[in-house]
């Protein structure tokens, strides 16, 4: 476990995911930033994060929830792999990343209507 650095983590998740880090960790870039730029808009006009943030979470859990049923097809396993507490869990996690890929979408909305509002009624 001594060289289990950030070196060695960059090439086990290259080796196991290929291109689709590279997309992933641009995804996550972009995202990063609209969600930053987004809650800069909402605190410059004087709003509050908590409901767009309360919005993101609550976007993010309830597609992850839909999308865990949906993990065996993507592992290309049958839908009878999901058979016991920890299958759902695991695939509960498995979902979170797109949960969490649609949650920021939603908070940077979120934000711009509650922006939007807290500027008009200025």
Sequence with gaps: M???DPTSLFYILYESMG???WFLLGLAAVL???MIVSA???MRVGGSLKRPLFAALAVSVVVALLLSFAVPLWTLASPAALSSGIDYL???LFALVPGVI???VA???ASRMCSARHAGAA
Aim: charged letters at 15%; proline letters at 0%.
């Design 32 to 34: 990063l930033f609209g």
């Design 102 to 104: 649609v949650g920021a």
């Design 107 to 109: 908070f940077m909305f």
């Design 19 to 21: 291109v689709w880090l």
């Design 90 to 92: 695991f695939a509960f």
């Design 40 to 42: 800069r808009r909402l």
């Design 2 to 4: 001594s060289d289990f």
